[in-house]
């Protein structure tokens, strides 16, 4: 069973709408979190920090459940440029992040 | 600040030939990474460095070696490339604490 599990989509949804993404998690001493936003052959950038019960950005909302160990990701009002691959990411404290696989959107017209 | 920036950004090799990946960061970062991807694979750890002069095995060192002679500089070698390292190299670099990374653009490495 892969650290970080994602759901790899393609999520297909319509522009304005409401969309979140859920990823598990199985390492308990995960002590901070990360999603990162990939475009297609691009480099990932970072898009949110997840430190404690959740974060929340303009359109972009970060919830952490420690008890069911899962983090999800809410998209509010979707854009065209939204669509991306989205990656949920682990800090267990040892030297290097654990990634999930991704979870691909597709915002459409 | 220019951040993190992998040279070169697409090279083609024969099986068998050598090539070294540079990455070099202006942000002062302790620790650096190597990570390929691949399609449906997600990203997989090589190798990484928590500082000047250490280097540790990641999830898939083999074929590859590395170095860390400077603080910013972190490379990645391949001393005979063979096609199932036909992949997108990604270096990272990341501050000490829960920090997240900071990825280079990536180099496009094809081996025929």
């Known amino acids: 069973r892969k650290e970080v599990e994602q759901d790899p989509g393609p999520f297909n949804v319509p522009e304005g709408a409401t969309v979140a993404f859920n990823c598990t998690y199985s390492?308990?001493?995960?002590?901070?979190f990360f999603w990162y936003r990939q475009d297609c052959r691009k480099e990932p950038k970072l898009l949110m920090s997840?430190?404690?019960s959740g974060n929340e950005d303009g359109r972009f909302t970060a919830q952490l459940n420690r008890a069911s160990q899962y983090i999800s990701l809410l998209i509010r009002d979707s854009k065209l440029s939204d669509s991306a691959t989205y990656l949920c990411?682990?800090?267990?404290?040892?030297?290097?992040?654990?990634f999930g696989s991704g979870t691909r959107l597709q915002v459409q017209p | 600040n220019a951040g993190v920036t992998q040279t070169p950004k697409f090279r083609v090799l024969k099986t068998g030939q050598s090539m070294t990946l540079l990455c070099a960061q202006d942000?002062?970062?302790?620790?650096m990474y190597w990570y390929r991807q691949d399609p449906g694979m997600g990203l997989r750890l090589i190798h990484y460095?928590?500082?000047?002069?250490?280097?540790a095995k990641g999830e898939v060192p083999d074929g590859y070696n590395v170095s860390r002679l400077k603080k910013q500089n972190f490379l990645l070698g391949l001393e005979s490339a063979a096609p199932s390292q036909t992949s997108v190299y990604f270096c990272?670099?990341?501050?000490?604490?829960?920090?997240?990374?900071?990825f280079g653009s990536g180099t496009r490495l094809t081996v025929v």
């Open positions: 460095s928590v500082g000047e002069g250490t280097t």
């Open positions: 990272a670099s990341r501050r000490t604490g829960n920090y997240g990374y900071t």
């Open positions: 990411v682990s800090d267990t404290g040892r030297r290097a992040l654990t």
């Open positions: 942000m002062n970062h302790e620790y």
């Open positions: 997840v430190y404690s």
């Open positions: 390492n308990s001493a995960s002590q901070s």
